[in-house]
């Protein structure tokens, strides 16, 4: 990454209008797609990304079941129309790697051991994009997932911390992830104190990286009170601002 230009004003203000420590606003919905299992849509800045869980469910073909475990199948997609130029429609190399990385940060998390011979599908479906989607989706799909019923040891939740004019700030953006000097995605699980998904674009002193992951990590722990929220809001209603006081 190659910076061209000052992303943060002399006050410490970013091109958004944050500052270093802070999270852009983020709205969860839990249960918004009526055919699927489980389901969530999300909106981190101006990421709007919609995830539908299916299973678990037999598996086809059958070849591919796995006889101790449940198999996860994760699909990333952009539409077309969710960035500045139209996107091919066809699977780009980048949507099949950062499927990956997605099952991957939430496989931990999930009890696949009791629906072994089955399948549980993701369907991660990017609306618009702002840099950091495959945090919002991974947030939005570990959501999904509790949603759905699954078994989970923890919900998964994920942020990115990244380098902005040799600062180290929480939350990066599309034009800070473009223009800046590092972009580091991260994936918690709190309740077990496990990170799952750790990946760095740039490059970082060992005392920045320390500094990043420790942001990102924050950042993580502020998302997960707003995933729990969310939850609580479908399954309790009202009373989710009740628990929340008495807390």
Do not use: W
């Not at 839990?30 to 539908?52: L, M, P, Q, R, T």
């Not at 911390?161 to 800070?176: M, S, Y």
């Not at 496990?194 to 990043?212: A, W």
């Amino acid at each position: 990454m190659t910076q061209t230009r000052n992303l943060i004003d002399e006050k410490g203000i970013r091109t958004d209008g944050r500052t270093g420590d802070e999270l852009r606003k983020i709205k969860i919905e839990v249960g918004v797609v009526k055919n699927a299992d489980g389901s969530a849509y999300i909106e981190f800045g101006n990421n709007k990304i919609i995830v539908a869980v299916y299973g678990p469910r037999e598996v086809h073909p059958k070849h591919m079941a796995l006889p101790d475990r449940c198999v996860l199948r994760c699909r990333y997609h952009m539409s077309p129309f969710s960035t500045d130029t139209r996107k091919n429609p066809a699977p780009s190399r980048r949507e099949v790697e950062i499927s990956k990385v997605i099952r991957e940060a939430l496989e931990p998390a999930l009890m696949l051991e009791d629906y072994p011979r089955a399948a549980i599908d993701v369907f991660v479906e990017v609306l618009q994009a702002d840099g950091g989607s495959r945090c919002a989706g991974i947030t939005a799909a570990s959501v999904a997932l509790a949603d759905a019923g699954i078994n989970m040891r923890d919900i998964v939740t994920a942020c990115a911390a990244g380098k902005v004019d040799e600062r180290i700030v929480l939350d990066i953006n599309d034009t800070e992830d473009k223009e800046g000097g590092a972009d580091m995605p991260v994936a918690y699980l709190p309740h077990l104190n496990q990170i799952t998904l750790l990946q760095l674009d740039g490059s970082l002193s060992s005392e920045q990286f320390n500094e990043c992951l420790d942001k990102a990590l924050n950042g993580c722990k502020s998302i997960y009170e707003i995933q729990r929220l969310a939850l609580m809001k479908k399954y309790f209603g009202s009373e989710s601002e009740e628990i929340r006081e008495e807390q």
